[in-house]
């Protein structure tokens, strides 16, 4: 839903096709019929428009509520309220970092959401699925709110048959001064019980393009996930904000069942691949090519679902409006389970200007890759063709590595002012897919509009990533041979607080302790598989990333575990020193590694994971501690918030924990 206080658009500053080289290539786009659509939009729970779609499924049987990827969406404010001028006063890319706290806008507004999460059925591309939805919407309501506003979430939890504990994680937040805030059962709070609710309040501490979402198993999967836009200052102008473009690769079957392969003992379906990808919750599947088995699906571990095989075809397509000759803004987010997206649109450059929450110096490309949890915020400058249609396209290409899809490719119309809105384009892509489809851009690409050179007294973790067989004969997900599993009746945070130091093997707690500035976590992947890695509570230094070679699988291993080789190991060589390119989420390639570093300035339990939804559920997870005494105090009776209510209802219930967790 909307947030409590009504946002206005600020006139800005404009830019001229011309004046931006480079966003458009040559190629001629061609124009359809001179027919001009209006939109309306009606604030509220149900959306009222008379362009959301209506055949051959409707809007609501195909994403509920939401009109994101609609022609109904509305186009973001540069700030929220009725601000003369930007509510962040001068600041900009190039003069501040918003993780230097004295440069944090004070701004004193809070903004407001009222969540509730319960179950339903869509078929987001024809093919009717069970998901879990926020307030009826797919992909959530969008959070907006400005530099240094505070967000409130209040959620409550009507998951039912079965019910589950939930939680919502604010993704690349940086929780200074509320760590406990974080969203992560089993670290700040214990997960929302069912029938219960709970309150999140936190500062936008970075502004850019982010995501929200559930941090209970697997259950972002099943659409519990939403965008979280902070405005701020920009590296490079623009005048349209289009707003979220969300991006996901989509499974068919409850995700309760594909966790249940993802940590099983059949090699064959880990990881399983998706049935088709989505913009904004929205694609189109093949109805011939059957997905699942009616009979075979379950939602928890005693019940099954009773739904039947439903398939419609020419499910409608996301749609957005360019304007001829102004620049507009794109939010990519990669909020899937598995899929790196490579994303792209006809005859259009896409230039740059930051990565996940860190403002870059602008580049141009043809494609945006994204693993999970990534995100990339690009300019396009739209041609003077104002009867122009054109595709966007998103795919997730490279099988198993990549964690593709059977149907790796979806599109969404693009139409220009004048375009008709009745007709699907016609333009083929011109975009150049070179190099692996498992990696970002070339570190010497991308460089941070605010210069920051890592601090020197650093100390080194080397962590290996592994696939192996347990003692029961099920495969874990282990980072340093050991999987993690949490227990969401201790959180960790409150556990330390009350001055036990000693933990369990299987929370996978790592204390750096004082003794250094900073940490290096040098990862070497021993897997054939592509692992995003997501760092809570930092932006942190990328220093290196390497590739490996798809060929080095060996024969089978000890204890019948798959035999994978090992990766190739960091030489310890850096890119760009000086300012290495920052962000909190990394795309560590098959048999590659990635060396990172992180300041200490941030004292807390924080979760090092593969975002990658399988692999987390299968243990892939590790959590960083430094400076124990300086975490900041959990508020009075903070725990006992979730807690009390998850204490009583796991010991009146069985909790079907069947993975790590969180």
Request: aromatic share 10%.
């Amino acid at each position: 839903m909307a947030p409590t206080l009504s946002s206005g658009l600020a006139a800005p500053t404009t830019v001229s096709a011309a004046s931006v080289t480079g966003l458009i290539d040559s190629h001629t786009i061609a124009a359809v019929s001179d027919v001009q659509a209006t939109t309306t939009t009606v604030q509220g729970n149900v959306p009222t428009c008379s362009m959301l779609p209506t055949a051959p499924i409707t809007n609501e049987q195909q994403v509920g509520d939401s009109v994101l990827g609609s022609l109904c969406a509305d186009n973001l404010a540069r700030w929220l309220g009725d601000y003369d001028a930007a509510p962040w006063a001068g600041l900009t890319t190039s003069n501040s970092d918003a993780t230097v706290m004295v440069d944090l806008p004070v701004t004193n507004v809070t903004r407001e959401y009222d969540f509730t999460i319960s179950r339903g059925r869509i078929s987001a591309d024809g093919v009717l699925r069970d998901v879990i939805l926020i307030n009826n919407q797919f992909p959530g309501p969008t959070i907006e709110a400005n530099w240094g506003d505070w967000i409130q979430v209040t959620v409550h939890n009507d998951i039912k048959t079965p019910e589950e504990g939930t939680s919502l994680h604010w993704h690349g937040q940086l929780q200074r001064t509320t760590p406990w805030e974080d969203g992560v059962p089993s670290i700040g709070q214990c997960p929302i019980a069912p029938g219960h609710s709970f309150t999140y309040r936190f500062q936008a501490e970075l502004h850019g393009t982010s995501w929200y979402h559930a941090h209970y198993s697997s259950q972002f999967t099943a659409g519990v996930v939403g965008a979280l836009i902070v405005h701020g200052p920009t590296s490079m102008d623009y005048d349209v904000d289009v707003g979220p473009i969300m991006l996901t690769d989509w499974y068919h079957i409850p995700y309760f069942s594909i966790v249940e392969n993802a940590v099983g003992t059949d090699l064959s379906v880990i990881p399983p691949m998706s049935d088709s990808v989505l913009i904004n919750g929205r694609g189109r599947f093949d109805c011939g090519d059957r997905s699942y088995d009616s009979s075979s699906e379950w939602l928890g571990s005693n019940l099954e679902s009773n739904i039947t095989w439903t398939c419609v075809e020419d499910a409608p397509l996301a749609a957005f409006r360019f304007t001829s000759g102004l620049v507009h803004r794109l939010r990519l987010i990669n909020h899937g389970a598995n899929g790196v997206q490579k994303f792209s649109i006809d005859h259009h450059n896409l230039t740059i200007i930051a990565t996940d929450y860190v403002p870059n110096v602008p580049y141009t490309t043809d494609v945006v890759t994204l693993g999970v949890g990534q995100r990339a915020d690009v300019l396009v400058v739209a041609a003077d063709t104002p009867n122009a249609a054109i595709w966007m396209r998103t795919s997730a290409p490279g099988g198993q590595p990549c964690g593709g899809a059977n149907h790796p490719e979806t599109k969404a119309a693009i139409y220009y002012e004048d375009a008709d809105t009745s007709i699907e384009p016609t333009t083929t892509s011109s975009a150049a897919f070179n190099g692996s489809a498992c990696v970002n851009d070339p570190l010497t690409l991308t460089t941070p509009d605010f210069a920051i050179t890592p601090s020197n007294n650093t100390q080194q973790q080397d962590i290996g990533l592994a696939l192996e067989l347990n003692s029961t004969g099920n495969f874990e997900f282990q980072v340093n041979g050991q999987r993690y599993h949490a227990n969401f009746n201790i959180p960790l945070m409150k556990h330390v607080q009350d001055g036990n130091m000693t933990f369990e093997p299987e929370w996978n707690v790592y204390n750096f302790g004082d003794s250094s500035s900073s940490v290096i976590l040098n990862v070497t992947n021993n897997m054939p598989l592509t692992h995003p890695f997501h760092l809570h509570g930092h932006n942190f230094y990328i220093l290196n990333v390497g590739e490996g070679s798809l060929n080095q699988k060996t024969g089978p291993g000890p204890n019948g575990g798959p035999g994978f080789a090992n990766g190739t190991v960091w030489d310890g060589s850096v890119v760009n020193p000086d300012n290495p390119m920052r962000r909190d989420t990394i795309l560590i390639p098959p048999y590659g590694f990635a060396a990172i570093q992180f300041e200490m300035d941030n004292p807390g339990i924080w979760p090092f994971h593969c975002h990658v939804a399988w692999h987390l559920s299968g243990g892939q997870s590790m959590n960083i501690m430094y400076r124990p005494d300086d975490i900041l105090t959990l508020p009075e009776g903070y725990t006992d918030r979730t807690c009390v209510d998850w204490d009583y209802y796991s010991s009146n219930n069985v909790v079907d924990q069947i993975d790590a967790g969180a």
